[in-house]
């Protein structure tokens, strides 16, 4: 009786482990286990002489006009990581990000799970939003964003064989979830320090705290660059 209790016990268990392995790559966990030391992959920029502000953008098209404001007002730079699908039916904003000196990068196109797909999936979600960025602007896109954090080995490797660069974040303002502008801003900035990479959304609270988050960099000898210039490419 007690053998069967215990093999019971243990199932259990294994099912337990199972569905919490299913959720974490459902939720956008890390399918594949990957080394934070691939040379393709950036957490921050360990030489980096600023602060990366990092937008990842598929909505909100009027906060992000009011985003491209503020920074106008504090002579802050920033990468805007965007969706395909969001690009193509907001042209002229992307051209009006481009066009006030912010670096373009891709977020992907339909904001899918990347840990989830083959190399040659992730070729397919990845390349036509870098196409698509590189035509409205008419420049050359070097940096990509997995959508939720979500990757695998076949990501990096899709994207190394498209120049581009695989870029997370050193700290996470959570600010789709979390609608408080006071924690957003300590999130963004409590010991804050040159080369980290801030992840953005542009949400009305992200409004609102930037430029509580901008006076902190300013008044704390910082400077607000792109990723690119952080990482010194």
Not at 87 to 106: L, M, P, Q
Not at 136 to 160: D, K, M, Q, R, V
Request: hydrophobic share 40%; glycine share 6%.
């Amino acid at each position: 009786m007690k053998s069967k209790f215990v093999t019971v016990i243990t199932n259990c268990l294994l099912l337990v482990i199972v569905l919490a392995v299913s959720l974490i790559g459902f939720f956008g966990g890390n399918a594949v286990a990957v080394s934070k030391e691939n040379s393709n992959l950036y957490y921050s920029a360990e030489k980096g002489e600023g602060v990366s502000l990092m937008f990842n953008v598929y909505e909100h098209t009027e906060n992000v006009l009011e985003i491209l404001n503020v920074l106008d007002e504090y002579g802050a730079k920033s990468t805007f990581f965007i969706g395909g699908s969001w690009a193509d039916d907001n042209v002229d904003c992307v051209r009006e990000i481009y066009a006030r000196g912010h670096e373009i990068a891709s977020h992907g196109y339909f904001h899918k799970d990347h840990s989830r797909f083959s190399y040659d999936a992730n070729l397919e979600e990845i390349r036509p939003s870098v196409k698509l960025l590189n035509m409205i602007c008419n420049t050359h896109i070097t940096l990509f964003a997995p959508p939720s954090g979500a990757f695998n080995e076949a990501t990096l490797n899709a994207c190394e064989s498209l120049g581009l660069k695989v870029i997370m974040w050193s700290r996470d303002t959570i600010d789709w979830r979390d609608k408080d502008v006071d924690l957003i801003v300590s999130r963004a900035t409590k010991n804050l320090t040159n080369g980290e990479f801030v992840l953005m959304h542009p949400t009305d609270c992200t409004v609102t705290a930037l430029p509580k988050i901008l006076t902190y960099i300013r008044d704390n000898g910082l400077t607000a660059v792109t990723v690119s210039q952080n990482l010194g490419v």
